[in-house]
């Protein structure tokens, strides 16, 4: 049996490697949290959480790298979780991210974390879970890669203090974007990859696209970047610290905080429930007929569920 107390123990000492161990324990089973929360949950959130978003092929992983190299440069603890989508039909992912991240210097003062998600599971417990605990052993900033546009969506803003969206020129990122509504939810919008021609269109575009908007008194940036030639990158690192101070003044961050927690919450009862149903369908007769019912098509799955739900439910009643 994994020592997960010894585990938490040895990375709140610093221990990568604990903490990769441990993070690993929370993958398999989400409930270890409680057994370790007095060493690792935090009772306030102290880290920064930047969102990376944006298409395939943007150049997301080398934005975070020297990213993430330049707020470690500066003396900060830094956290990647690059999030990958899994395969539908092996379930596998390429967790390649380490691959990718070649720019990062201060790899004494960053801890990359690669995680799959599934096609459906756009925000996964266990990413806001590594959040909490990462954030519980002293990051500063805290960044998490999505696997893209179109499977986080604007659900990014939920997570993140600061968001960033990464476009390209000449690939019609910035349509795409405007279609996916992602254009509403980012703080910072940066044109990566602007030594390429039209770099100077893609970023009129942006800053047409956005106008005059001002969220609650931040008005959205724009900028242009290069990372592989680390063009620009101070100017980013600039502007998230920019926001992450509009957000303590604001007191947006206890807004941002509670955005976070109520969606773990909603996502903990997801995973119990569905937990709970699997025990059940192969202990329970009742339950696994109306299973069986809805299957082969004689019941409707809604009846069906309210049927399951009211048999694996019908103690909660008595309870209060």
């Known amino acids: 049996m994994v020592d997960v107390r010894g585990l938490a123990s040895n990375a709140l000492n610093g221990d990568k490697l604990a903490l990769s161990k441990l993070l690993t324990c929370i993958e398999l089973n989400p409930e270890v949290i409680k057994d370790i929360a007095d060493l690792v949950w935090p009772k306030e959130h102290r880290a920064h959480v930047i969102g990376v978003t944006g298409s395939a092929g943007v150049g997301k992983s080398t934005l975070i790298s020297v990213l993430a190299d330049e707020l470690a440069s500066d003396g900060h603890l830094v956290a990647v979780i690059a999030v990958d989508p899994s395969s539908p039909i092996t379930g596998g992912a390429f967790l390649g991210d380490r ?158 905080e509670v955005l976070r927690r109520s969606l773990e919450l909603e996502l903990v009862m997801k995973y119990k429930v569905m937990n709970m149903f699997k025990e059940t369908l192969n202990s329970n007769n009742f339950i696994r007929n109306i299973y069986e019912s809805c299957v082969r098509g004689s019941l409707d799955p809604i009846t069906a569920t309210d049927k399951i739900f009211e048999l694996m439910f019908k103690s909660v009643g008595k309870i209060s």
């Open 99 to 256: 691959v990718r991240m070649v720019g990062i210097r201060r790899s004494d003062r960053v801890f990359i974390r690669s995680m799959s998600t599934g096609s459906e599971e756009a925000l996964p417990l266990k990413a806001l879970l590594s959040i909490e605990v990462m954030d519980a052993l002293g990051y500063d900033y805290i960044i998490l890669e999505t696997p893209g546009i179109g499977q986080f969506n604007v659900g990014i803003a939920n997570i993140a203090d600061t968001v960033i969206l990464v476009l390209i020129p000449g690939a019609g990122d910035e349509i795409q974007a405007l279609k996916a509504g992602i254009m509403e939810v980012g703080d910072i919008y940066v044109i990566n990859k602007a030594d390429r021609p039209n770099a100077d269109i893609t970023f009129n575009q942006v800053v047409f696209a956005l106008g005059d908007v001002s969220r609650d008194g931040w008005v959205p940036k724009v900028l242009k970047v290069s990372a592989l030639q680390r063009l620009g990158i101070k100017e980013l690192v600039s502007a998230v610290g920019e926001h992450r101070n509009y957000l303590i003044s604001s007191n947006k961050v206890k807004v941002k």
